[in-house]
């Protein structure tokens, strides 16, 4: 079904609204997208945890989680861009999904972060609203197991912005760094912070999918959600079979 540009499908993990050439044609295509980060973050999640999705878009992840945690669980689920926010929470509503706060806003440490960029680029373009800003240790949350951001490069501006609620919770984080010029501070926050990192190239496409469908829309190349996955050192968390980052400078291919 169509409207208004948009596809709905019955998906993996319900019913999905969707556009775009990575996401939407994931569940156009494949009925999922990059299952292998939802895999991932299942591994450190329990019933009744609370999780925090930085960039959440249009509930490709927001909605699994939700699953994940259950009834008894909470998702706070922040998405900036106000039409992409508007899926989100279509996509909330027509799976019946209670457990998710969702919130239109940029995650900064403060409102003079530079806002600026085409979309596609940087997940904190604005459209014709004035922004709102919120930093994540001004959330509100009474807990959080598992901090999830992908914002096209403003991910050290959120971690930054969440400083409080990592120190007191020691939540698993789970960010990406796909831009080598910027890895470097965002490493060095996390690694400063007291946590252990590991490598997740993420594949978005896998052949093993909810439509059985093989044929990998890319090929030959493999497009990736370069991730990064921090586990505190304090607690005893088995590590997955990831490569370890070896410092600040480190590069996953390197």
Request: with cysteine; hydrophobic share 40%; net charge negative.
């Amino acid at each position: 079904m169509e409207f208004g540009g948009l596809k709905l499908k019955r998906c993996r993990y319900g019913w999905m609204l969707f556009a775009g050439p990575y996401i939407g044609k994931c569940f156009d295509l494949y009925g999922e997208y990059s299952e292998s980060e939802v895999a991932l973050m299942r591994r450190f999640l329990r019933p009744g945890d609370t999780a925090v999705d930085v960039g959440a878009n249009i509930g490709d992840l927001t909605v699994p989680l939700a699953g994940i945690v259950g009834d008894a669980g909470r998702v706070y689920a922040l998405e900036s861009n106000p039409a992409t926010f508007n899926v989100l929470c279509a996509n909330l509503a027509l799976n019946g999904v209670r457990n998710v706060k969702p919130v239109n806003a940029f995650v900064a440490t403060n409102p003079g972060v530079d806002t600026s960029g085409p979309w596609g680029k940087y997940a904190y373009t604005g459209e014709v609203w004035e922004p709102q800003f919120v930093a994540l240790d001004a959330l509100g949350a009474r807990a959080c197991h598992l901090l999830k951001v992908d914002v096209d490069g403003k991910e050290l501006e959120v971690l930054r912005s969440a400083e409080r609620l990592i120190r007191d919770h020691r939540p698993v984080l789970y960010f990406e760094n796909d831009d080598r010029a910027q890895s470097g501070p965002l490493l060095g926050f996390a690694l400063g912070a007291g946590y252990d990192l590991y490598w997740h190239p993420a594949p978005i496409f896998r052949p093993d999918n909810f439509f059985e469908n093989p044929e990998n829309q890319w090929a030959p190349r493999t497009i990736v959600s370069l991730m990064v996955l921090g586990l505190p050192r304090e607690r005893p968390l088995a590590p997955p079979e990831l490569r370890r980052v070896r410092g600040a400078d480190d590069w996953w291919d390197a």
